[in-house]
């Protein structure tokens, strides 16, 4: 298995980039949320279009998240190790 992008975090619940590739989905995703907007802006759509433009990003952020994980379960963390 490659190395993952996320992994759990030592604090609190959810996940964190790991590696660079993580990293730099999440810049895309944060830079494609801001397109969006200047996109349905220009193009005079209703607002229900950024909603689900910006869901649909966001769904797919998740999608790769999920699949670039290290495979440990999403649970409230207090500091204990990263390990499971």
């Known amino acids: 298995m490659s190395r993952p992008w996320f992994v759990v975090k030592r604090y609190g619940i959810g996940l964190s980039p790991s590696w660079p590739a993580g990293w730099i989905v999440l810049a895309v995703w944060i830079v494609a949320l ?14 229900w279009a950024l909603v689900l433009a910006d869901a649909a990003l966001t769904a797919g952020l998740l999608v790769l998240i999920a699949l670039k994980n290290d495979g440990k379960p999403w649970r409230w963390r207090q500091g204990d190790s990263a390990g499971g």
């Open 34 to 47: 801001a397109l969006s907007s200047l996109v349905v802006d220009a193009l005079k759509a209703p607002a």
